[in-house]
Nanobody
Framework: QVQLVESGGGLVQSGDSLRLSCAASGRTFSSYHMGWFLQAPGKEREFVAAITRNGGSAYYTDSVKGRFTISRDNAKNTVYLQMNSLKPEDTAVYYC??????????????????WGQGTQVTVSS
């Protein structure tokens, strides 16, 4: 069992930065691939970024490449999402998720095993 708690969301202006954090409970954090997803009102959950267990590989949706960076600190049981040059269209609830299977289908939210409660990010123009 893994419990995930996101933090770091807020209201910012276009062009600003935010860093989201996701703290995981348990001693097996390093055995999980981690992902960030967003969900806007009335829409399905969308993939944002993902990182493999050891942090060796990271993946991004095209709209955030060059602006967002995912990282993890396995010693602190935490995954981060650094969000730069934020745009109004980035506004959503952001969720972190953990995926424990050997094959990492990082884009498919249905593959993830555990989810946080989400943190709201609002970007004003």
């Amino acid at each position: 069992q893994v419990q995930l708690v996101e933090s770091g969301g807020g209201l910012v202006q276009s062009g600003d930065s935010l860093r989201l954090s996701c703290a995981a409970s348990g001693r097996t954090f390093s055995s999980y691939h981690m992902g960030w997803f967003l969900q806007a009102p009335g829409k399905e959950r969308e993939f944002v970024a993902a990182i493999t267990r050891n942090g060796g590989s990271a993946y991004y949706t095209d709209s955030v490449k060059g602006r967002f960076t995912i990282s993890r600190d396995n010693a602190k049981n935490t995954v981060y999402l650094q969000m730069n040059s934020l745009k109004p269209e980035d506004t959503a609830v952001y969720y972190c998720a953990a995926e424990g299977s050997p094959m990492f289908y990082f884009r498919d939210y249905k593959r993830y095993d555990y989810w946080g409660q989400g943190t709201q990010v609002t970007v004003s123009s």
